[in-house]
């Protein structure tokens, strides 16, 4: 039996991980947590019966202690509840499925208490991956990664040392708006960045992908979690999504993983590694699928990926500033309250006015944050 706690079980990555669970009957499910989606997790709580749950707002974990008051679980809210669940004893591995820069403490706790880390949570490792890589090392703590991109490369990789690899070849969708120029992107509304050709993700996750950024997130996450330079990394546009990711070694060779776009699969490589699992899906027919393609990213109309590459190249607090004003950007669009690609425009004017700290400890990277979503309320404002 292997007992595992859930950051973000409500979102898109964590009931695909419940779905894993319910397949798996060695697979024990000890804490979940969740932001304010109280009906969602009462589900999950009578379920899977967790000793602690937590939710990130007090209003939602008081409604849910009373609403589970028939429940032998602990209720817990806030950080110290995220922190709480994060070194349980009970648990041997965390999934990170939170989304944002809230997902960092929780994760550097569970590292120190010996935890094998299930990273979804990409802003860790975007923001703090000065931090959480070393910690992992000093601590003899697996890393393993569930983002669909990462979790290739991981398999691509297959315990080759890093002096072997040549190039990541990180791969891309392309999104909705692949082709496109910026004039046809003005009027883009929210259901149009939406709709995600080959992905069900969630809707934060789906906006990034239809501006690039999210590749940009991935770029910057691979750097740290494969220990290779920024300029070994390469991002292909593969609008069929078979080819999840590919690693070219030094004798030219190139390894790929490819499958369905189907989260589920890097989901349960991670919560099952070293080990492969039976699991039911639809499976890649080369014959109906006929081609894959294979083209050059558009950085100049899509330019959130432009941005990631120069603020991974500055390094220090700048990732960071790249990532809060994405989010608060994306929050804002998603609310009708900018336009579209004003979501790069205002990444863009973020960092410009950033003093970058260039070893920033967890208190510094919240901090910039808080700036970041302060400069842009203002931005906005105007």
């Known amino acids: 039996m292997k007992n595992i706690a859930v950051l973000g079980s409500t979102g898109s990555i964590g009931t695909q991980t419940l779905e894993i669970v319910r397949a798996n009957p060695d697979l024990q499910v000890v804490a979940l947590a969740a932001g304010t989606s109280v009906d969602k997790i009462e589900e999950q709580v009578r379920e899977f019966h967790p000793l602690i749950v937590g939710m990130w707002s007090e209003e939602a974990a008081k409604e849910l202690k009373a609403r589970i008051a028939d429940l032998p679980v ?17 648990s041997e591995v965390l999934v990170t499925a939170i989304v ?38 000093k601590c003899n703590v697996p ?68 501006t690039l950024v999210n590749k940009g997130l991935e770029v910057m996450e691979a750097k740290w979690l494969f220990g ?9 546009v593969h609008p069929q999504s078979i080819i999840h990711s590919m690693v070219e070694y030094v004798d030219g060779a190139i390894i790929a993983q490819l499958g369905t776009p189907d989260m589920k699969l890097p989901i349960q490589y991670a919560l099952f590694y070293p080990d492969r699992r039976p699991m039911e899906g639809k499976r890649v027919d080369f014959f109906e699928l006929g081609q894959i393609t294979f083209e050059k990213p558009d950085i100049e109309t899509f330019t959130g990926l432009k941005l990631a590459y120069r603020a991974m190249r500055t390094g220090g607090s700048l ?9 608060k950007a994306v929050s804002l669009f998603l609310d009708r309250k900018i336009g579209y690609l004003q979501i790069p425009e205002l990444i863009e004017a973020s960092m410009d006015q950033h003093k970058v700290i260039p070893e920033p400890t967890v208190e510094q990277i919240l901090e910039a944050e808080r700036q970041v979503y302060e400069f842009i309320d203002k931005e906005v404002q105007q």
């Open 100 to 137: 944002g820069m809230i997902g960092i403490r929780p994760t550097i706790a569970a590292i120190e208490a010996g935890k094998a880390i299930a990273l979804a949570n990409k802003e860790t490792l975007v923001t703090a991956g000065h931090i959480i890589m070393p910690l992992a090392k």
């Open 143 to 210: 890393i393993l990664p569930v983002d669909s991109e990462h979790s290739a490369i991981f398999q691509s990789l297959n315990g080759e040392p890093k002096e072997r690899i040549a190039k990541i070849l990180l791969t891309a969708s392309g999104g909705p708006f692949r082709g496109k120029t910026r004039e046809q992107l003005q009027n883009i509304r929210v259901e149009d960045a939406l709709k995600h050709p080959n992905w069900a993700m969630g809707r934060k996750i789906t906006i990034d992908s239809s």
């Open 228 to 236: 290779v330079d920024l300029d070994q990394i390469q991002v292909v």
């Open 319 to 327: 990732p960071t500033v790249y990532n809060a004003a994405n989010e």
């Open 74 to 90: 602990k209720v817990v809210a806030g950080m110290d509840g995220l922190l709480e669940i994060a070194v349980m004893p009970q």
